[in-house]
Antibody
Framework: QVQLRESGPGLVKPSETLSLTCTVSGGSMSGYYWGWIRQPPGKGLEYIGYIYYSGNTNYNPSLKSRVTISIDTSKNQFSLRLTSVTAADTAVYYC?????????????WGQGSLVAVSS | QSALTQPASVSGSPGQSITISCTGTSSDIGGYNSISWYQQHPGKAPKLMIYDVSNRPSGVSNRFSGSKSGNTASLTISGLQAEDESDYYCGSYTSINTLVFGGGTKLTVL
């Protein structure tokens, strides 16, 4: 059974960089797309982006200038960097795996990591 | 891109069927079949219930079904059960090569 787990700081200062890592266990990263989705407290889901196991990426146009997603298949990990954060970036950040047929549906999710942006 | 439009809330009694709508445009729902539905219980990660408009992942009850007509996708839950009470989100691929979600619908089982 594939499992994903997010890790990283729970508090980031305004204007600084948010960094999270997702560790994948129970399966290979090969052949899959790996994504990040966030959810502000009490609000809906927002797609951030994905990375293919080979390194190809796709980002939400509204976040593209601030987002970088990278992958290290040797460690079974992929990571999110979001620069110049503001309070609006406060959210639960989820990592997830896309359905194998790459249909933009995410079938395995981490438990989520709450990141607050505050001084 | 704008979020897809879902009703804020729907309700139904045990055993009944309910349908949650998700309305977009020809640039998302109307133009593609990469439409998914998620169930999210409070404090938990979303769970994929439907992908590619009407496909159920392994392990998802056949009480859940999806469809699409024009620019509107729908999730139908039949034989409503107390455990179905949750938030539901739709998602769709868009013409600008990204994914957009709906605002979410709170399902109450009366």
């Amino acid at each position: 059974q594939v499992q994903l787990r997010e890790s990283g700081p729970g508090l980031v200062k305004p204007s600084e960089t948010l960094s999270l890592t997702c560790t994948v266990s129970g399966g290979s990263m090969s052949g899959y797309y790996w994504g990040w989705i966030r959810q502000p407290p009490g609000k809906g889901l927002e797609y951030i982006g994905y990375i293919y196991y080979s390194g190809n990426t796709n980002y939400n146009p509204s976040l593209k200038s601030r987002v970088t997603i990278s992958i290290d298949t040797s460690k079974n990990q992929f990571s999110l960097r979001l620069t110049s954060v503001t309070a609006a970036d406060t959210a639960v950040y989820y990592c997830a795996r896309m359905v194998v047929t790459a249909t933009w549906g995410f079938d395995y999710w981490g438990q989520g990591s709450l990141v607050a942006v505050s001084s | 891109q704008s979020a897809l439009t879902q009703p804020a809330s729907v309700s139904g009694s045990p055993g009944q069927s309910i349908t949650i709508s998700c309305t977009g445009t020809s640039s998302d729902i109307g133009g593609y079949n990469s439409i998914s539905w998620y169930q999210q219980h409070p404090g938990k990660a979303p769970k994929l219930m439907i992908y590619d408009v009407s496909n159920r992942p392994s392990g998802v009850s056949n009480r859940f079904s999806g469809s699409k007509s024009g620019n509107t996708a729908s999730l139908t839950i039949s034989g409503l059960q107390a455990e179905d009470e949750s938030d539901y989100y739709c998602g769709s691929y868009t013409s600008i090569n990204t994914l957009v979600f709906g605002g979410g619908t709170k399902l109450t089982v009366l």
